[in-house]
């Protein structure tokens, strides 16, 4: 599976992308922000708090319980203010 990094989540964890292979029991988008905080100290400090990281399955915008069968590209980045 691809992980695409944005903003200060690509900063902190020092890439824009990469490809994973997902451990058994990791099935929804909360399990894969929790795997990954534990991967490293950047990791870590990107995902610290995972309750405001946004993310999109294959380009659509999703909540953290949902399933990650079948996705091609997940795509992890910070909340997004506007004006």
Same mark, same amino acid.
């Given at each position: 599976? @691809?992980?695409?990094?944005?903003?200060? &989540?690509?900063?902190?964890? /020092?890439?824009?992308?990469?490809? &994973?292979?997902? +451990? !058994?029991?990791?099935e929804t988008v909360g399990d894969l922000l /929790?795997?990954? @905080?534990?991967?490293?100290?950047?990791?870590?400090? %990107?995902?610290?708090?995972p309750e405001i990281i946004r993310v999109a399955? #294959?380009? !659509?915008? &999703? #909540?953290?319980?949902?399933?990650? %069968?079948?996705? @091609?590209?997940?795509?992890?980045?910070? +909340?997004?203010? /506007?004006?």
């Amino acid at each position: 599976m @691809k992980l695409a990094y944005f903003a200060w &989540v690509r900063e902190r964890i /020092g890439l824009a992308e990469e490809e &994973v292979a997902l +451990p !058994e029991g990791v099935e929804t988008v909360g399990d894969l922000l /929790g795997w990954l @905080k534990g991967r490293g100290e950047g990791y870590g400090a %990107a995902l610290e708090a995972p309750e405001i990281i946004r993310v999109a399955i #294959d380009h !659509e915008h &999703v #909540d953290h319980s949902e399933p990650l %069968a079948g996705a @091609k590209e997940v795509a992890i980045f910070p +909340p997004m203010t /506007g004006g």
